[in-house]
């Protein structure tokens, strides 16, 4: 979350603070605009940053009915934000969707409403889910209207997020005319209200737009609202009691902007002189501006000394309450990565490159987590919404049928009534079975999704990192390495790219056999050449830590089937790596792994009565529980989660064996190990 952000809360709370005090001059708390003795309290509270204590008055106050809903989600969202539990907030911010507007009577319902949703937004700017952002602002805007209010995206702060979120989303004719808006809205509160706080938040909301023009490398727009940001400075200045604070916070953004500007644009010798500027105002030596001061030391080659800034990043982000999700690892923890490897410091950019990989799996999950909650309001908010809607349908029949009815004589009424009271009970019963059927569907697929996606993504990532840390090893200057070094650099990179090149090819295997519906069996080969070549494929030969085996039966090698060669071969060898896997040391997870080599073994034979090759992998490995023995045949599922793999390649085995009209199962009566039988038709 930005500091501009946390800023605009602290003040919101002030501002909060002041009402709640001022409402202590009243006899009666309950004044026109809706606050009471319940604000003033919590107001006190969070003005002495008592936030556990706020969370607890705003549940006990909504329990008791002395303070609404929407107040009690302004008020605790302001406090989870400045404990840093955005996800809370977020969690909160969801039941604004659950609000009805027009139910909001008192001026202070309806403050709270659109200050909570501004802030709803902004938070959804910060975290860069633009869409989402604009998303909500409309919804916001639609609800507001509707009710007879103003619009929501009047306010200035409003119209500038609306326009930054189009500019990141390369909708720039339709931002620029937000920032307008933006800035009209401005100069209508400059108008009335131009003391210092008013300056200040104004200037702000400039330099926010200055700030993301420059970011999207549209210089050209930016000097306009510099100059604007200079005018309304020099009016800070010349107030009778200047507010030396903002004056100084003024001073920092205003000198940090035209640096960045300046040396975008190659006017050096300049650019160093606004960030001499910079550098000289109080609120640069906070921790939050010596972090991003490092964008300009980077920009000018200063690696040493952005690298003495990151120092602090680690306290920082801690006092700070940042989480290290995606958006924060790219902001902040990327960087100090790359301030310390470009400065030399090799030790320290190692460390962090850990902190990166230990916190990304963590950061990942936490981002599909927030996705999901965010795409599940969507559809729980337009679900509610047919509900009421249905349901309004609904009773609007039954009315009709009631007018109806009264016309007639009191039996046939009570009939009719019972009728329809018994077909909308069954209709019910029918429905809620359907939804809960496809709910259970819904929440299988998820499930399966989300375990298919760690999953890939688990295989992917492992060899990714490692050819990534090795590229940046041998790309790095000055660096000495030996030939043996070398060589195992080598053969690693290899390695991990012929892994990522099998799961490549497993999931166009499983692309392939979903998509058809058989194999066309035109191939004459015997049941030895299959197995022959299933061997030859697998490399199970050269697997050094088992015994491999074949046993060949009578008339495998002299009777011929009919089926599709290549096909048979790639299920015979996704079997034969299957049992590679789970006899290696590394599978016994209980730690009785074998005291000598596994032992493997294909036997082949020919059942003429039933008209069957049979072809049966047996071994000694880890072995398979009974109960599981048709669950390990489908898509994705792994017994054990620490073993690598993408649990697909039973699942296409067994698909290629049935389009050739053949099966392969698990042998349940073999308990030394695991026993898979394939059976292909003469």
């Known amino acids: ?125 910060d975290m860069r889910r633009y869409d989402r952002a604009l998303r909500q602002a409309h919804i916001a805007d639609q609800k507001l209207r509707a009710a007879g209010h103003p619009s929501f995206a009047d306010h200035h702060d409003i119209a500038q997020m609306i326009g930054e979120c189009q500019l990141c989303l390369g909708q720039n004719v339709e931002a620029a005319k937000n920032f307008q808006k933006s800035l009209q809205g401005m100069y209508k509160r400059l108008e009335t209200n131009h003391g210092a706080l008013d300056l200040r938040e104004c200037q702000k909301t400039m330099n926010a737009i200055a700030t993301v023009y420059m970011r999207r490398n549209l210089f050209d727009e930016v000097n306009a609202w510099l100059l604007r940001e200079d005018t309304l400075y020099a009016r800070a200045l010349a107030l ?17 902007c035209k640096a960045m500007l300046a040396h975008a644009q190659g006017r050096y010798d300049e650019a160093e002189k606004y960030f001499d500027v910079y550098q000289s105002t109080k609120a640069a030596q906070l921790p939050t501006n010596i972090i991003n001061s490092t964008r300009y030391l980077m920009a000018t080659h200063r690696y040493e000394e952005a690298a003495r800034n990151m120092t602090q990043l680690d306290q920082f982000m801690i006092e700070s309450g940042y989480e290290p999700d995606l958006e924060n690892i790219g902001r902040f923890m990327l960087p100090k990565f790359h301030v310390n490897l470009l400065a ?160 490549v090819d497993k999931m166009l295997d499983l692309s392939l056999v979903n998509a058809r519906a058989c194999d066309e069996c035109n191939d004459m080969v015997s049941p030895a050449d299959v197995a022959y070549q299933a061997v030859q494929q697998s490399g199970i030969k050269n697997a050094s830590h088992l015994d491999f085996n074949l046993q060949l039966g009578a008339r495998t090698e002299n009777i011929n089937i009919t089926t599709h060669l290549k096909s048979a071969t790639k299920a015979l060898a996704l079997l034969l790596d299957n049992a590679q896997k789970f006899t290696h040391p590394l599978a016994y997870k209980n730690g009785n792994k ?89």
Not at 47 to 62: G, I, K, M, N, P
Request: hydrophobic share 40%; with cysteine; glycine share 4%.
């Open 1 to 125: 979350m930005t500091k501009a952000y946390k800023s605009l809360i602290i003040i919101g709370l002030i501002l909060i603070a002041i009402t709640g005090c001022s409402k202590h001059k009243y006899t009666n708390y309950a004044d026109a605009d809706g606050y009471n003795t319940a604000d003033s309290i919590v107001s006190d509270v969070g003005d002495a940053r008592q936030w556990l204590r706020l969370l607890a008055l705003c549940d006990s106050f909504e329990q008791s009915g002395d303070l609404p809903k929407v107040r009690c989600i302004f008020y605790k969202t302001i406090a989870y934000n400045l404990m840093g539990q955005y996800r809370k907030s977020l969690n909160l911010y969801y039941q604004l969707a659950n609000i009805n507007v027009k139910e909001l009577r008192t001026q202070a319902d309806l403050e709270s409403y659109m200050y909570s949703y501004k802030d709803y937004v902004r938070l959804l700017c």
């Open 240 to 256: 009778p009691q200047p507010d030396s604070v903002y004056i100084d916070e003024m001073k920092m953004e205003i000198s940090y």
């Open 344 to 503: 030399g410091h090799r030790d320290s950019a190692l460390r962090v490159a850990t902190q990166i990989a230990e916190a990304y799996d963590s950061a990942l999950i936490r981002q599909k987590i927030i996705d999901a909650d965010l795409l599940s309001t969507v559809y729980d908010t337009e679900g509610k919404e047919r509900q009421i809607a249905e349901q309004r349908a609904k009773l609007t029949h039954q009315q009709m049928l009631w007018v109806i009815g009264v016309s007639l004589v009191l039996i046939i009424m009570l009939h009719l009534f019972l009728m329809q009271r018994r077909k909308a009970f069954n209709e019910l019963n029918e429905t809620n079975r359907k939804l809960m059927l496809a709910n259970e569907r819904a929440e299988e697929s998820e499930r399966m999704k989300t375990k298919f996606i760690h999953q890939i993504s688990h295989e992917v990532r492992t060899p990714l990192n490692v050819l990534s840390g090795f590229s940046q090893v041998l790309a790095a200057p000055d660096i000495e390495i030996s030939s043996e070094e070398l060589q195992s650099i080598s053969r690693k990179i290899v390695e991990n790219s012929e892994r990522i090149t099998r799961l």
């Open 594 to 682: 074998p005291k000598s080599k596994a032992n493997v073994l294909l036997s082949v034979n020919v059942d003429t009565e039933r008209g069957y090759a049979i072809f049966a992998v047996e071994d000694n490995g880890i072995g398979v529980p009974v109960e599981q023995a048709e669950n390990i045949f489908t898509e994705f599922v792994q017994l054990d989660e620490y073993t690598d793999g993408t649990g697909i390649g039973l699942s296409i085995a067994r698909t290629l064996a049935r389009h050739m009209d053949g099966d392969i199962v698990l042998d349940t009566n073999y308990s030394s190990g695991a026993r898979f039988v394939m059976k292909l038709p003469l």
